[in-house]
């Protein structure tokens, strides 16, 4: 399976009883990125709030330093291609009418880990 259909298929399907609870650990840490980054902006909104959505679209989309190192391996751990999550990212905040199905969903996986 490629890495992009690998990713997808997350998002997709979920996170199983049959991933390692490790692997389940670092895929959580992707999502909250993901929902980080794409958390929609308001009249008002507190500089911490945008301190941390810009943090975390930097740490999705470093392509060198610190930033990306640790982004790589938090994917290697999740068992993710980091530019298969990179490449994911980049289409999503090009295409802005998926960011709420892809934050929905997002949520959906995280309350299933987690309930």
Not at 1 to 27: A, D, I, K, T, Y
Not at 44 to 50: D, L, Q, R, T, W
Not at 60 to 67: Q, R
Request: glycine share 6%; with cysteine; aromatic share 8%.
């Amino acid at each position: 399976m490629r890495q992009n259909e690998l990713f997808n298929s997350v998002l997709n399907e979920g996170v199983h009883e049959s991933h390692n609870p490790e692997r389940v650990l670092w895929l959580c840490v992707i999502l909250q990125q993901l929902l980080d980054a794409t958390k929609p902006e308001y009249d008002g909104e507190n500089s911490y709030n945008v301190l941390m959505r810009d943090r975390a679209k930097s740490w999705l989309l470093s392509g060198y330093g610190v930033t990306a190192t640790d982004r790589d391996d938090v994917c290697y751990m999740a068992g993710i291609e980091p530019e298969a999550l990179r490449s994911f990212t980049k289409k999503l905040f090009n295409e802005n009418n998926q960011i709420e199905f892809v934050r929905k969903r997002i949520n959906a996986i995280l309350h299933e880990t987690i309930g």
